[in-house]
């Protein structure tokens, strides 16, 4: 019975009580007493769907991982924008991505930014975990799409979950 | 409130404007379903992003309070719109909805 009590993910807990009381205007009994109580319950409910935790993560390789897909945002959004507005057609291609990387929470992080940067977005994942399909909005070589994406995000990656 | 800080904020409304507008057009212009999600979750992203960031320089300079809260908005708006593109490419997947002709390669079945 006790379980019900605890906070099983304590990071997670710790991060949902901060960006409440961020949210909320100011400090005060009323939102310190909501932020434990959300950041409670949301781990309980959401326990069953978080993937094991990977071994070993190098954390602090990750802010400058954000910085380079921030950058890679920015940078190749200008990139989809010049396509939509020039008249030439895009050449849209399905790229079979290979996955050297292995546990499913560095699996979603990648798809995740294959998503958010412009150009690619992650289709599915095949039901082995061996391979992404990506959709390219303007591609001419499939391997230059592989390429560029294992060297930009999945290498860092790799480095951070192994 | 300065007036550097007034030029800033208008540039980045203005630049976000102009990115959201953008996005708005690929989604009208580009040829099929699986084109039409990269408008979206792309331009979009950095459309809001400089939005946001107008905001949060609006309410630091009139010395209110920093905004906090929009940079979580960002970052929430970053943290949901891949996964609302994943889900919008599976269901699409799922049903069959055909591509442009000059599609490389294919969804698979599975």
Redesign the interface.
Known sequence: MFDRLSFPQPWLSLILFLTWQILSDGLSGGSIALGLFLAWLIPQITHGFWPERPAFVKTWRMPAYILRVLMDIVVASFSVAWLILSPRPPRPAFVCYPLKLEHPLAISILASTISLTPGTVSADVSDDNKTLLIHALDATDDQEVIDAIYNRYEKPLMEMFQ | MSTLAEYAISALLLFGGA?TL??A??LA????F??R???P???T??GVGSIMLSSVIYFSAIGEKIG??EI?ITVFL??T???S??ML??AA?HIGVQ??K???????E?
């Open positions: 990115f953008i996005g057009i690929g212009r580009l040829p099929d699986y084109t999600l990269h408008g979750t792309k331009a992203t950095v906090i809260s979580l970053l943290m719109a891949p996964v593109a994943n490419a599976k997947m591509t442009t000059d599609t490389k390669g294919k969804p698979w599975q």
